[in-house]
């Protein structure tokens, strides 16, 4: 414990102490024991303290053309890129995701990164004619303000980055609250960009509690928007609570996402990408494969080969590169996957494989459950319908195309989707009836890319998307400019 660091907020570009005098530690979820550093305990004076800092920098920052706020954003590029190896250890160490997918996560945040510094030579507005004669109608667009950034624990480096990226380019001053279980990565992504020369108080990054914090940055007057990442159920209380001050919110939820195989599929594609979906990242994704829905005449053949690969998934600490499952997160995820096993049994489902957590040699040093999967699913039961967030896979049975979208659409996600298909008219049925923000034919539900929008409907989602030109849109307001020029007076 003598060697252990203290890291420390960052406000008004000074690293410091949080006023409460209190700070926590994080351990590493491969090795319960192994504690990684001490954080900030803040409090809602820190907060405030930050979002005054980011207030005071935002006329310096917005007024700063935007290919000169790109410029910072390049240099952060090249940042992210140097420190790549440092920045998927830290997410593995602290969040216990495979090193592969930490290092997918670092790739994804230089993706962001590069594609907002872009947009800062392409903050277009429109011209267009307008319904009077010597009259200029135009748009432009201004910094929202003062943002908070919101975000969850399992991606600890990339959903900061596709937030504060475009937020930045777009001039707004920022405030960051990482998850509390995942501070060290957003220490890290803070310090790049204050290499990377960003002036003080443009991004301000405080620690801690989110009853505290995360309500000081909800609540606050002189903020005007709040973008959020994490559970429905939070989203959905930090909406109601920020939209009282009638800010500008973007939350983005839960997921049950589901893959419908039909008979004639390459079973190849489909095993491959489901197997992905639902156990790569330990299932602690908002995008991973929760249910898979297989045509009636191919489902035996199908789910013989899912066990079979199923099987073969080696389970580990997440910095060895050889494992493909590493642990869940936390003690709490540990638990509710658990809970959420034993719940799916009592409810008469049967599991076809796994279901127990992973113990032998030095792996009770770990939060490890087996990759599970659970057949004779019926669509009303809890385990079918409620987010799990870890390496669970429901599996049902449909007649055809219609019954296996309704079974898809029959929850009050909406995030994601996929389709295993050879046959055009069909997959052009699914993409027109499922009910999802993202829809993919023949790859798995994960992902996506940085320059298109992220984001789901129904209780996946709400407000403008994430990534791509819709996030440029949520970190700005639109300003309608009409110039008369005739140097008449109206009638
Ligand atoms: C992905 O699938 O790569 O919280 C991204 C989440 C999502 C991001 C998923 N917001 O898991």
């Not at 003598?2 to 005098?21: F, K």
């Not at 989110?210 to 709040?226: A, E, K, L, R, Y």
């Not at 929760?290 to 013989?304: G, H, L, N, P």
Request: charged share 20%.
């Amino acid at each position: 414990m003598g060697q252990l660091t203290t890291y420390q907020n960052y406000i008004d570009g000074q690293w410091s102490d949080s006023v409460s005098g209190e700070t926590y530690t994080i351990t590493n979820p491969a090795h319960k024991s192994q504690v990684l550093g001490r954080f900030q305990r803040s409090n809602n004076e820190d907060a405030v303290r930050a979002i005054e800092a980011a207030r005071n920098a935002l006329d310096g920052w917005a007024s700063t053309p935007a290919p000169q706020r790109a410029a910072i954003l390049f240099k952060a590029l090249q940042l992210m890129e140097a420190r790549g190896d440092e920045l998927a250890r830290s997410i593995t160490i602290e969040e216990g995701k495979p090193i592969g997918d930490a290092m997918g996560e670092v790739k994804r945040s230089m993706n962001i990164t590069e594609y907002a510094a872009g947009e800062g030579r392409r903050m277009f507005g429109n011209t267009t004619p307008s319904e009077l004669p010597n009259t200029v109608a135009y748009t432009s667009r201004r910094p929202l303000g003062v943002v908070g950034i919101i975000t969850p624990w399992n991606f600890p480096l990339a959903i900061p980055a596709w937030k504060i990226a475009p937020a930045l380019i777009c001039g707004n001053t920022l405030v960051f609250k990482p998850a509390s279980a995942t501070p060290m990565t957003a220490v890290a992504l803070t310090k790049i960009f204050e290499d990377a020369g960003l002036p003080p108080g443009v991004l301000n990054l405080v620690t801690g509690p989110g009853g505290s914090v995360g309500n000081t940055i909800v609540d606050h007057p002189d903020v005007s928007g709040v973008s959020f990442t994490g559970s429905t159920e939070v989203g959905t209380a930090l909406y109601t609570r920020a939209t009282q001050t009638l800010k500008k919110v973007q939350a983005e939820m839960g997921g049950k996402n589901a893959v419908i195989v039909l008979e004639d599929a390459d079973m190849d594609s489909a095993l491959g990408g489901i197997v992905q979906g639902a156990f790569g990242s330990t299932g602690q994704r908002c995008t991973a494969t929760s249910r898979v829905v297989v045509q009636e005449s191919v489902y035996d053949a199908f789910m013989t080969e899912l066990i079979e690969r199923t099987s073969k998934l080696t389970v580990g600490d997440g910095l060895d590169p050889a494992m493909d499952i590493a642990p869940l997160s936390s003690q709490s995820q540990f638990n509710t996957v658990m809970e959420y096993i034993g719940i799916g049994a009592e409810e008469g489902a049967t599991i076809a494989y796994g279901g127990n957590p992973r113990t032998e040699g030095d792996l009770d040093e770990g939060y490890y459950v087996e990759p599970t999967i659970f057949t004779n699913v019926d669509t009303n039961m809890r385990i079918a319908q409620e987010e799990i967030f870890g390496p669970v896979l429901t599996v049902f049975k449909a007649a055809d195309l219609e019954e296996a979208v309704s079974i898809t659409n029959n929850v009050k996600f909406g995030l994601s989707s996929s389709i295993y298909t050879m046959d055009i008219p069909q997959a052009f049925r699914y993409i027109d009836t499922v009910e999802t923000g993202i829809v993919h034919v023949n790859s798995p539900t994960l992902g996506g890319e940085v320059h298109l929008p992220f984001g789901g409907m129904k209780e996946s989602g709400v407000g403008t998307r994430e990534q791509g030109t819709e996030a440029i849109n949520f970190f700005t307001e639109p300003v309608t400019v009409y110039i008369d020029y005739s140097s008449a007076a109206r009638a």
